[in-house]
Structure formats: structure tokens, C-alpha cells
């Protein structure tokens, strides 16, 4: 599988390429970024600064990486996803070595102007590497304990790494991201429910482990977990941010208090009003009909991606494609499902919204990923 | 992966739809959330949203002024600069305080406090500094404003007292309420939830506290999460208390302050007419303002070790023996008891013996044969000795009560005392003791357990001077309306009795023991009564070694000199009553006091020489040469102490 290939795969080359872009896929992440850039010029009190402006680079620097990743074969990909989830790995290793050195937790590796965070990159670096994994792999095989042994441990060692950090957020999406790949790959089911029941497990062995000698999470991690279990019971303490939250949410209504009217983020009762928070501020100022219509943008991005997916026939496209498509359902529904208070808060940005340089990048070269697969994708039977 | 191998590969269609379908449901689950909180529980959610949001702040209204009858300004409320302090903006707090205080006036306890305060709060909560500062001092913090960032001067109204200690007992002073005041009213007025709300602590001030204090206003503000005070939302004006006028005239009151300098004094100047009172003076005085900014624990102490008691409001609180000013009393009791008649005479040998006991005249020698006009003029102990005995408790009592003697007048004054004025009764209950012959000897002489207020002679003196039942009042008007008034009744006492009393008093002013102070101006001759009040029993051995005169006693135990009076004599005006405490006689000390706080009365300013009589004209004239009448000599007294 020389790259000379390329033109013989696709079909395509140069201008055509170009054109064999899923626009619609565009289309939609430039709506959702420019929902974005509304939000933050509005908890901004009405001001490009400090937010708006940095995050429309970003974005368009963005769109620019998607469409050069896009445009490289999807087979260059697959053959460099190992190397990807290596060096993901060990920067991964360096930073938590890092933080061990150095004074207290860090997530991110200074590379000049560019902080770049290696969990961030795993994620896409995860999916790559089992979709990999799986269009090499005899389909007859992927249910056999051995060859669902392997894939298990490529989830499994940068989940124990970003823990660590601690970051329990980026570790529920690499594990669901990971599992996700997996399923769509045909692990039998059984595999699935004996994770679940290890899962729940596990779940019950953390919990029971909070002020024993060998506590399996932080402290702060407890409170937050306990504070989404009841935020009413400390209105002014740690449940603060979700109870405002929800006001900031319930008091949208049907349609809004109107653009830059969202009382709760402009009087700072809302935490984190620009970043993880924001879809309340957006709640608040545009209503139900707002919420409703983010929700529908996001699932839209989903079904364009599984529906790229399905038609795919090479094994790496379709399955990195979906696994992306899944990671990225799971970003914006934990994010939703925890300023709802339907989760704990546990520190995931809502994707293309929240303002943050690091995870718009990782995000956006995930879709040049999908355009990659999409672009090159054999088609039909011809 | 080229032909054959293609076929081998299972799609991913089935399991992306299972996928698909497991995200559809979550992305439901979302929805319904977002349509439960938003939609369903909208009104609960922006009801929270608002409360967040917008904060009450009461305007504490403009207290209602008080002024005298004239309308002069006997508590107003003026602008208070204050300094105050930004956390936040000082940056280094300690550093800025130092500075200020090089500019103004700021002790180091104050920068202590305020340093402590800031710490306490928000960065961004305005802490008061320093209060009551002039406008020269705001004026210096303005010009040095660059170097002192997050100090701020502001503006907000103090209570000020113009003429403080004229009428300090009077009006009273207010003061920030305090933990004891909230426990002990019951108002439920968020007003007084405002630190240092400023209310009425004793005298008017506290008394009508309720129409002074006007009504809240409101405002409406934004707050941020952190309390910061984004922008006003609305504004409801409160109202203002509502303005008193007094009944008082403070040229008068002035007058009559700085005529008792000097002494521990008070007098009571009643209109007889309708019962104003025009005047109600204690001396010494206290500066009222002192309280309001937070009196000096020294100058608390001065006041509290003074023997001269300024605090006390001798007017209306304070009660003495009122002596023989009481004989105005006894007589109209016993013509109206009938037990007398103006000419019969009684014997007055200097003593009057009751068993083996001996109730001595103040003349040695005795008066001769006496008749209720000598009785009055000389001032005869044993005529009223006799009537004492020949009337009884209950009937003086009687009188005394119908004289507005031994009861409490509704006056907006706290502690207003009813005096006592006793009859057999009250001896039963109070002393468990029968009430003997001896005590209605000092009943008739004002002694003994009899107590009255100067303001209650003075009404005691209006009733007899006008024969109507005099009510003393002190509130013109209240909020512009003035106090309806009612024309008092006629006394249930014969008009000739009283004449005949009256006559008596004309007789104390112009041939008996006030002959020195009387009044020469026939068109406003005055009639009154002396009175010298024991505080001390003089015992027999004391009498047999010769009465200690009063100049040889500590100040404490002189006898209080006391002068009740009304003027002009055909046409009465204005009833006053005069006491100086342990200041001798009351020929002597208390009536010429006495006659120049009424002459100012009945010209509404100093008198004309040609009131006094000629051979004290020259006397007065120097003496006015060397006080300049404009001068408040009200001025609070420095602390004495003669104990």
C-alpha cells in the first residue's frame, strides 16, 4: 500500500478532491463555531475581547488543518495511527512524570505559543489506533479473548494515565470512545455487559474506598460526585454551580431573555461562564428554541458522520469515522447532561463552543480525519 | 484489499444503527430535560433568576426637623461628609490610610477599625472611615485624590442640633440604634436593620420617634454573584418625617440658659393663656451634637461626674420640695375648704407646738397676728402650720391634684414625673404608718413628702393666674397641622378665693419677701411666691447652737432656692417656675432669676431698663455691659466636682 496509489483508490486528485469534501459536515461545524462566537462575544458583556475574536482564529486555523488533513490519504493514516497512539503515550507518561516533578498536576506540554495537551491527542490517537487495529484484524477473530485482550489494553493504559492527572472527564470519553470503536468492529456483546458489571463494580468500589488509605480518587473528584447527587443540600458551597446552572437554564423559558439579556452569566452568578458552562448562558439568553436547535446541530454532525461511515467500505474509514462520531456525541451530551444536572461536573467543554484553543484544534484534526476517510472512501461497487 | 477480500468485511451498518439508536436516546433523555427545566419549570427558575439578580436597599428618609414657635431651626439635619474606603482600589490599604491621615484628622484606633472592617468585607464594599468631616477636610481629600486611590469622600445627613445645649433635655439626640434598642422595641421598621440608623435615643427625639422618622424609600439594584452593585433598577422615594413645631420660643429658652449660667438650675415658662410652654430650661446644658458623632468617653465621664448633673432634665424628671411656693396651694385649699377666711388672722409667735415638739417660723419672734395676705407676703410658716392641721391630708391633696400637682403631664418627654402630693392613704400603703398631725404641719409648708417639678409649679401658678385648667403642651404643629387645641376649662374653685391668693402673690412681689425682685413697669407688674426648701433636718442641737447659715454648708446640703411667679398681674401672660438647686434663698437667688427670664418673656426680648426698679438700674446696666446679650451662655459647663 504504496501512497502512489492514492490517485487509483479515490479517484480523485488536486481540485476534484476538493469537491468530494462532505460540505455539509463543513457547513454544520462553522454554525455550531459561529453559535460559539455569539456566546462569548455575549458573556464577553458584548465584546470580541477576550474570547470571540482569539476563538474565530482558532476556528478558522482550524477549518484550514481539517481540510489539509482531509486532503492526505486515508491509507497514510492508518499507516501512521500506531505512531500517533505511541508518541500519544509517552507524552502522555512525560507529562504525568512532569507533574510528579514538578509542583502539582499538569496536563500540558509547552511546544512554544501552542500548549499541547497529549490526552487531547489520544483521543483521536485511540480511535485511530483500534480502527487500525481492526481493519488488520480477521473479522472472524475480534470476539476471541486473545485479540479482545489487546485492544482492551490500548484503552485501558491511557485511561489509567489521564486518571492520574486526575482527569476523570477525558477519561470517561477515551474509554467510551475506545469502546465504541470496538463495538462497531462486532466484540460480541457479552464482552460489553461483562464491562458494564465490572464498570458498576468498580463505580461501587470507588465510592466505598472515599476516606480509606487507598482512595481510588481525589477528594475534590468525591465532592463533585456527591454535590451532583444533591446540590440542593449546599446551594452556597459546591453545589453552587450546578444550582446556578440550572437557573440560568430554567429561566431561558421558551425563548430566551434575548441576545446578551442572560442575567446569570453577565452578573457572574454562572462558573466557568465561557468554557464549560457556557450552553447555560446560551439556554438563558435563547430559550428552549435555541437549546433545541444546538442539540439538533450536534446530532446532525453525528448522523452525517455515521452516515459517512456506513457507507464506507474500507474497515479503518468507517470504523475510525464512527469512532470519532461517537467521541463527539459523547462531548457535547456529558457536557449537556452536566450543567442539566444530570451528571457530575466533571470538566468537559461543550465541543466548538466552549472557548479553549487546544481542544478546537484536537477537534477540528478529527474531522479532517473523517473528511480523510470521506474524501477517499471506496465507493459502491464500482 | 483488493476483489476477494472485499466481500469478507462485515459492514459496520447494524451495529452504527444500534449506535445511532443508543444516542437518539440520549440525545431525548437531553431534550426532555431541557424542555422539563425550561419550559415546565420556567416560572420557578426565573423567579430564582430574579432574586439572584436584583437586591432592595432602603433610602433612609429625611428625619422630620424641629423647630421653636418661631420657626427657628432647633434640629435640623445637615450634610455629613464621610470618607470612605475601597479595598479593591486602595491596593495597600494600611499604606493609604497613613496618608489620609496626614490630610484629616484620623486617630490610630480609627485606621485600626477601618483596616479590620475592610478585611471583614468584599473587596469592593465602601467602608466608612471617617464621619462628620468638614468641608475643608473633604475639600484636601478631593486636591490629593491621586494619591489616595479607593478613598472617596461621600455625602449623607447627620442629625445636627444648632443650639445644642439650649435645648438639649428638651429634644433630646439620637443616636445609632443599638442591639439594646432592637430587643427592646418592637418595630419591626427595616429601616433600622441600616448600620448606624440614627434614632431618637431620649427627650422628643424619642419620643416621637415615630413621626420623625418618616417613611423608608427603596431602591432597586443589580447586584453581581459577589454583591457588586451593577446599576439601579428603580427607585421609590421615601418619605420624609414629619417636621415638629414646638411650642417653645428659643430666644427665650436661650435667655433663660444663659441667665442660669453657672448654676445647677432649671425654670419653666408656661403661656397661661393656652399652657405652651415657651421655655423649659436645665442648667447646666449638654451639647447633644456631642452624642450624635459618639461622645468622648472623657467627655461621658465629665458629664456623668458633674455634680451639677447636666444630663438631668430638672424640668419634667427632676423633683424637690417646692417649700413654701406650695403655700399658693394651701390657701386656695383652705378658703375653698372653708376652714379660713382671707381676713382671719392667725397667731404666729415663731413656733407652733404640736405636743412636746416645736414647728418653728423661718422669723425668729415671730410674724404677730397674720392674714392670708401677710401669710403670703411674709411667707408665714405657722399660718399654714394651722391650715396644715385644720385641713387634713386629703383635702390638700385634693387641691394640689386640681392644681396640676402630684400628676404626670402628657408631655413627648421620657420620664416625666408626677411629683407626690399625698394623702392618708399613701402614707397607709407607702410608710405602713398613720398619717399624724405633724405631717400635714410640713405638708402645709411643702415639706416633708410633698414633690413637685418646676414645670408642674409652673402650671400650678398658670391655673391659679388664669383660673382655668391649664394643660401644659409642647407640640404646635405637626407636619404643618397644628395640634388642635382645646380652650381650657374654668377650675371648679370661686374666683374671689382666688383673687385673694392672687392678691397675696401680688403682695410677695411688691411688698413682701420679692420685694427686691419686682417688676417696676406698671403695665406688667408681677406676682409670685418665694420658696426655700431643706434638704437636710435641722436638728435641735443645731438650732440651740444657732442655725448654720447656708454659706457654711457643703453645696450639697444648702437649701434649694425656688420663685414661682406670673406676670403682668391684671392681665396674667406667662407662669414660670424657678429653681436653683442648693442655691439658698429663694428671695435672694431664685426670684431675680426669676423676674429677668419673665420680663424677656413679656417684652419677647431683653427688657427695657425702665421694667427694673430705679436703684437696680445701674447694677443691670453694667452687669448687661459685661455679658453682651447675643452670647450663648448656655455653653455646657466644665466638669466640676464638689463632692
Given at each position: 500500500m504504496s501512497l502512489a496509489d492514492t490517485s487509483s483508490r479515490g479517484g480523485r486528485r488536486g481540485f476534484g478532491k476538493l469537491l468530494a469534501v462532505n460540505w455539509s459536515l463543513v457547513l454544520l461545524l462553522c454554525a455550531l463555531a459561529s453559535a460559539g462566537f455569539l456566546m462569548l462575544y455575549s458573556v464577553a458583556g458584548?465584546?470580541?475581547?477576550?474570547?470571540a475574536e482569539p476563538q474565530m482564529v482558532r476556528f478558522v486555523a482550524g477549518l484550514v488543518i481539517m481540510l489539509a488533513i482531509g486532503m492526505i490519504d486515508i491509507r497514510f493514516w492508518r499507516l501512521v495511527a500506531p505512531l500517533a497512539y505511541l508518541v500519544s503515550l509517552v507524552l502522555l507518561v512525560a507529562v504525568d512524570a512532569m507533574g510528579v516533578i514538578g509542583m502539582g498536576a499538569q496536563r500540558w506540554i509547552a511546544l512554544g505559543p501552542i500548549q499541547l495537551q497529549p490526552s487531547e491527542m489520544m483521543k483521536i490517537a485511540l480511535v485511530m489506533a483500534l480502527a487500525a487495529y481492526y481493519a488488520r484484524l480477521d473479522p472472524a477473530k475480534v470476539s476471541r479473548p486473545f485479540w479482545v485482550i489487546l485492544p482492551l489494553l490500548l484503552i485501558l493504559m491511557p485511561v489509567a494515565l489521564v486518571m492520574e492527572q486526575p482527569d476523570l472527564g477525558t477519561a470517561i470519553l477515551l474509554l467510551a470512545g475506545g469502546g465504541s470503536v470496538m463495538f462497531l468492529a462486532g466484540v460480541s456483546l457479552w464482552y460489553f455487559a461483562a464491562a458494564f458489571a465490572s464498570g458498576a463494580g468498580l463505580v461501587t468500589a470507588v465510592i466505598k474506598s472515599?476516606?480509606?488509605?487507598?482512595?481510588?480518587?481525589e477528594d475534590y473528584q468525591f465532592r463533585r460526585i456527591f454535590t451532583f447527587l444533591d446540590?440542593?443540600?449546599d446551594p452556597l458551597g459546591a453545589g453552587y454551580h450546578i444550582t446556578q446552572a440550572k437557573i440560568a437554564l430554567g429561566s431561558g423559558?421558551?425563548?430566551?431573555?434575548?441576545?446578551?439579556?442572560?442575567t446569570q452569566a453577565r452578573l457572574n452568578f454562572l462558573p466557568e461562564k465561557h468554557t464549560d458552562f457556557i450552553f447555560t448562558t446560551l439556554a438563558e439568553e435563547f430559550g428552549y428554541v435555541g437549546t433545541t436547535a444546538i442539540l439538533v446541530l450536534y446530532a446532525l454532525v453525528v448522523v452525517f458522520c455515521v452516515a459517512s461511515a456506513v457507507s464506507n467500505r474500507d474497515r479503518f474509514g468507517a470504523l475510525m469515522t464512527g469512532g470519532i462520531a461517537m467521541s463527539f456525541f459523547l462531548l457535547f451530551a456529558v457536557n449537556m447532561g452536566m450543567v442539566m444536572g444530570?451528571?457530575?461536573?466533571?470538566?468537559v467543554p461543550l465541543p466548538?463552543?466552549?472557548?479553549?484553543g487546544s481542544a478546537m484544534l484536537v477537534l477540528l484534526a478529527a474531522f479532517g480525519l473523517v473528511q480523510s476517510a470521506h474524501i477517499h472512501r471506496p465507493r459502491g461497487r464500482d | 484489499m483488493k476483489g476477494g477480500a472485499q466481500p469478507e468485511l462485515p459492514g459496520i451498518g447494524r451495529r452504527a444503527v444500534l449506535l445511532l439508536g443508543l444516542q437518539a436516546g440520549l440525545a431525548g433523555a437531553l431534550a426532555w430535560r431541557m424542555r422539563d427545566l425550561q419550559i415546565v419549570q420556567n416560572e420557578r427558575y426565573r423567579l430564582l433568576a430574579e432574586e439572584n439578580r436584583v437586591n432592595l436597599r432602603l433610602i433612609p428618609p429625611a428625619r422630620g426637623l424641629i423647630t421653636d414657635r418661631?420657626?427657628?431651626?432647633?434640629a435640623g439635619n445637615r450634610q455629613n461628609y464621610r470618607i470612605v474606603m475601597v479595598r479593591e482600589r486602595a491596593k495597600d490599604p494600611a499604606a493609604v490610610l497613613a496618608r489620609l491621615a496626614e490630610i484629616v484628622e484620623l486617630p490610630s484606633d480609627r485606621q485600626v477599625r477601618a483596616l479590620k472592617e475592610m478585611e471583614g468585607r468584599s473587596p469592593f464594599v465602601p467602608v466608612v472611615?471617617?464621619?462628620?468631616?468638614?468641608w475643608d477636610d473633604v475639600a484636601r481629600v478631593a486636591a490629593n485624590t491621586p494619591v489616595l486611590p479607593g478613598v472617596d469622600a461621600e455625602v449623607g445627613l447627620s442629625r445636627f442640633y444648632p443650639d445644642g445645649p439650649s435645648t438639649a433635655h428638651v429634644i433630646g439626640y439620637v443616636g445609632p440604634v443599638s442591639e439594646a434598642d432592637l430587643a427592646k422595641l418592637?418595630?419591626?421598621?427595616?429601616?433600622?436593620?441600616?448600620?448606624?440608623f440614627q434614632i431618637g435615643k431620649t427627650g422628643i427625639e424619642q419620643r416621637l420617634e415615630h413621626e420623625l422618622r418618616g417613611q423608608a424609600g427603596a431602591q432597586r439594584i443589580e447586584v453581581s454573584?459577589?454583591?457588586?452593585?451593577?446599576?439601579?433598577l428603580g427607585r421609590v422615594e421615601g418619605t420624609a418625617g414629619r417636621d415638629l413645631e414646638l411650642t417653645l420660643d428659643l430666644g427665650l429658652q436661650s435667655y433663660a440658659m444663659q441667665r442660669m449660667a453657672g448654676q445647677s438650675s432649671a425654670a419653666a415658662v408656661i403661656d397661661?393663656?393656652?399652657?405652651?410652654?415657651v421655655a423649659l430650661a436645665s442648667a447646666p446644658g449638654f451639647d447633644p451634637n456631642s452624642f450624635v458623632f459618639g461622645i468622648s468617653s472623657g467627655e461621658w465621664n465629665g458629664l456623668l461626674g458633674?455634680?451639677?448633673?447636666?444630663?438631668?432634665?430638672?424640668?419634667?424628671t427632676g423633683t424637690y420640695p417646692p417649700g413654701s411656693t406650695f403655700k399658693v396651694c394651701m390657701a386656695l385649699a383652705a378658703l375653698e375648704a372653708g376652714?379660713?377666711?382671707?381676713g382671719d388672722g392667725v397667731s404666729c409667735p415663731g413656733f407652733t407646738a404640736l405636743g412636746n415638739r416645736r414647728f418653728h417660723?423661718?422669723?425668729?419672734g415671730g410674724h404677730g397676728r397674720v392674714d392670708l395676705r401677710r401669710s403670703l407676703s411674709q411667707s408665714c410658716d405657722c399660718y399654714y402650720y394651722e391650715m396644715g392641721r385644720r385641713l387634713g391630708p386629703d383635702r390638700i391633696s385634693a387641691m394640689a391634684h386640681k392644681l396640676g400637682l402630684g400628676v404626670a403631664h402628657d408631655?413627648?418627654?421620657?420620664?416625666v414625673s408626677a411629683g407626690n402630693m399625698p394623702d392618708a392613704a399613701w402614707k397607709k400603703v407607702n410608710r405602713k404608718e398613720a398619717w399624724t398631725t405633724g405631717d400635714s404641719f410640713n405638708y402645709g409648708i411643702g415639706q416633708g413628702f410633698t414633690l413637685a417639678s418646676p414645670l408642674q409649679l409652673a402650671v400650678m401658678v398658670a391655673r391659679v393666674a388664669s383660673g382655668t385648667a391649664v394643660k401644659p403642651r409642647l407640640?404646635?404643629?405637626v407636619g404643618g397641622e397644628a395640634v388642635p387645641f382645646e380652650a381650657p376649662a374654668p377650675l371648679d374653685i370661686a374666683p374671689q378665693h382666688l383673687h385673694a391668693v392672687r392678691d397675696g402673690m401680688f403682695a410677695v412681689s411688691n411688698?413682701?419677701?420679692a420685694y427686691r425682685s419686682r417688676i417696676a413697669d406698671p403695665a406688667m407688674l408681677m406676682a409670685g411666691k418665694t420658696g426655700t426648701s431643706q434638704v437636710r433636718i435641722i436638728t435641735a442641737a443645731e438650732r440651740a447652737a444657732g442655725v448654720t447659715s447656708n454659706?457654711?454648708?457643703?453645696w450639697k446640703r444648702r437649701d434649694h432656692a425656688l420663685f414661682v411667679c406670673f406676670a403682668p398681674y391684671d392681665k396674667p401672660r406667662y407662669a414660670l417656675a424657678q429653681i436653683v438647686e442648693h442655691g439658698g434663698g429663694g428671695s435672694a437667688v431664685a426670684a431675680p432669676i426669676a423676674r429677668d427670664i419673665l420680663l424677656y418673656a413679656l417684652c419677647g426680648?431683653?427688657?427695657?431698663?425702665?421694667?427694673?426698679?430705679a436703684e437696680q438700674r445701674d447694677a443691670i446696666e453694667k452687669a448687661r455691659a459685661v455679658t453682651?446679650?447675643?452670647?450663648?451662655?448656655?455653653?455646657?459647663t466644665p466638669a466640676r466636682n464638689r463632692a
Open positions: 458584548g465584546s470580541a475581547e477576550p474570547w472515599q476516606g480509606t488509605d487507598w482512595q481510588l480518587i446540590p440542593d443540600a423559558g421558551l425563548t430566551g431573555k434575548g441576545f446578551m439579556q442572560g444530570l451528571m457530575p461536573v466533571v470538566g466548538l463552543i466552549s472557548y479553549g | 418661631h420657626g427657628a431651626l432647633l472611615v471617617a464621619e462628620h468631616l468638614s418592637q418595630d419591626p421598621d427595616p429601616l433600622l436593620q441600616i448600620p448606624r454573584a459577589a454583591g457588586r452593585v451593577m446599576r439601579e397661661v393663656t393656652n399652657g405652651d410652654i458633674d455634680d451639677y448633673r447636666p444630663l438631668a432634665n430638672k424640668t419634667v376652714v379660713v377666711h382671707p417660723c423661718w422669723k425668729h408631655l413627648p418627654m421620657p420620664a407640640i404646635r404643629a411688698e413682701g419677701t454659706e457654711q454648708l457643703p426680648g431683653l427688657p427695657p431698663l425702665s421694667a427694673y426698679p453682651p446679650p447675643a452670647a450663648e451662655g448656655a455653653a455646657t
